[in-house]
């Protein structure tokens, strides 16, 4: 297929100008296996993107292929429409076996899809429908996907914007991004006021926030820049939806499946949301989305959301595997404790380096936030990001053969995703790598 710059070159000359990992990450993989991508220039790279979340058991995992191989050997039909299926009533099976238990005994489930966003676009049409209201809160730095509901709902104002007008019926609250925090950083005490923020709008008359159809949040924001929610916050927005009958929807798309240390991260807080949207993991590295939500909820209608790719045969056959897989080996047990350790290691390195502003992260979803350390303190007493430094930090860090990719308000925040299968020695070598990465960029 040509060398390794000859297909770099020619897709960027074919591919559309809005190309995003491929414009930041150079590397053409060609094989890879767990954590290690190989490119096509021979080189090897320990992969800390993970498909952007997606694969908790890293590339290729042989339960993952064999549970593909094993519906291509079967004869069973790779296209089902929505139709049941053995693979399908597996796949389900083993799903509502991880969900909190409200919403594995009387829980539904619509299969969406094929990519996250799909399943947000669901979430947010069937609390339309259930509560015949339109508005949606959403938060600041929130990303939910790129068709236009989803992008309604995303907090970026650059991505908005390419579907012209914002959607009215869209308020954006803050989130608790505790380094940046409006209401002051302090965890808990801020985030009793952001609650207490967004119990008012809510009850004011005058402060033009409608009864919304749902209140759509992710547990821990990704692409935001690694924020985790308090607890205490999560509490809070579900007390306050739940006491004004609002519908509050959990973006698991990339928390899910044992990445922030429990199988889904809102069990962290005991909360139980009334809507999640599932993608990325649950599908194995194949495209797979699903919303699950209350019975209550269920007032579609046959056809209400209808859909040609809703149930892949391979990705709902890798996804049992990857789910089974986590349960069975308690992954999420093991990315609480190393990416506990990883925190650790890494808040060691912040206090060598000026420019590291902030470490933070629950499981293996990690986010180091570099700052500009000539400049002044921002209005919440942090120095401001450095988008610049952080691109460099990905470039020395590709040079040690580590992918890591940005994320963030300003794309200042390296995020550190890697697979719950990493191995010690691997966790070792990704932080030595982004230690020198960070060296060599910052000097
Ligand atoms: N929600 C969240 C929290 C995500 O992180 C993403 C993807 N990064 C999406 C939704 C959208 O998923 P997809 O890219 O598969 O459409």
Redesign the pocket.
């Known amino acids: 297929f040509g060398t390794g710059e000859e297909i770099l070159r020619r897709q960027a000359q074919r591919e559309s100008a809005a190309r995003t990992y491929a414009r930041s990450l150079p590397v053409v993989p060609v094989r890879a296996r767990g954590m290690t991508v190989e490119g096509a220039d021979g080189r090897r790279y320990l992969d800390c993107l993970s498909g952007?979340?997606t694969l908790a058991l890293g590339h290729n995992h042989p339960v993952v292929l064999e549970a593909i191989r094993g519906v291509l050997d079967s004869g069973a039909p790779l296209h089902v429409l929505d139709l049941a299926t053995p693979v399908k009533d597996e796949f389900t099976t083993a799903l509502f076996e991880t969900l909190p238990r409200e919403l594995a005994e009387h829980g539904r489930i619509q299969f969406c899809g094929p990519?996250?966003?799909?399943a947000?676009e669901a979430a947010v049409k069937l609390t339309r429908a259930a509560t015949g209201r339109a508005g949606l809160l959403a938060f600041s730095g929130a990303?939910?996907?790129?068709?236009a509901g989803?992008l309604a709902a995303t907090g970026d104002n650059f991505l908005r914007a390419m579907v012209g007008e914002a959607d009215a019926r869209v308020t954006r609250l803050p989130y608790p991004y505790d380094y940046r925090c409006p209401f002051g950083t302090g965890g808990d005490r801020g985030a009793e006021l952001s609650a207490r923020w967004t119990a008012h709008l809510l009850d004011d008359p005058k402060g033009g926030v409608q009864p919304p159809a749902a209140m759509l949040l992710?547990p821990v924001?990704?692409?935001g820049g690694v924020i985790p929610a308090p607890d205490a916050w999560m509490r809070r927005m579900r007390e306050i939806t739940a006491a004004r009958g609002i519908p509050l929807i959990a973006?698991?798309?990339?928390?899910g499946v044992g990445r922030t240390g429990t199988f889904w991260a809102v069990e962290r807080s005991g909360v139980v949301p009334d809507v999640m949207?599932l993608?990325?993991a649950i599908g194995g590295s194949l495209?797979l989305?699903v919303i699950v939500y209350r019975e209550e909820l269920d007032v579609w209608q046959p056809g209400a959301h209808a859909g040609t790719f809703r149930g892949n045969q391979l990705a709902m056959a890798a996804g049992t595997a990857t789910l089974r897989y986590v349960r069975r080996n308690a992954l999420h047990e093991r990315a609480e404790a190393l990416g506990a350790r990883m925190l650790g290691r890494l808040r060691g390195l912040a206090a060598h380096h000026a420019c590291v502003g902030d470490v933070r992260g629950r499981g293996l979803m990690i986010g180091v936030e570099l700052v500009d350390t000539e400049a002044e303190p921002d209005d919440y007493g942090a120095l401001p990001a450095a988008p610049a430094l952080a691109a460099r930090v990905r470039h020395e860090a590709l040079r040690r053969g580590l992918i890591v990719e940005l994320g963030g308000r300003h794309a200042a925040v390296v995020r550190l995703l890697p697979p719950l299968t990493i191995t010690d020695e691997q966790a070792e070598a990704v932080l030595e790598r982004l230690g020198d990465a960070i060296e060599a960029a910052a000097g």
């Open positions: 952007a979340g990519a996250g966003t799909d947000v990303y939910h996907g790129m068709t989803a992710e924001q990704g692409e973006d698991e798309v990339q928390t949207v993608s990325k495209p989305a």
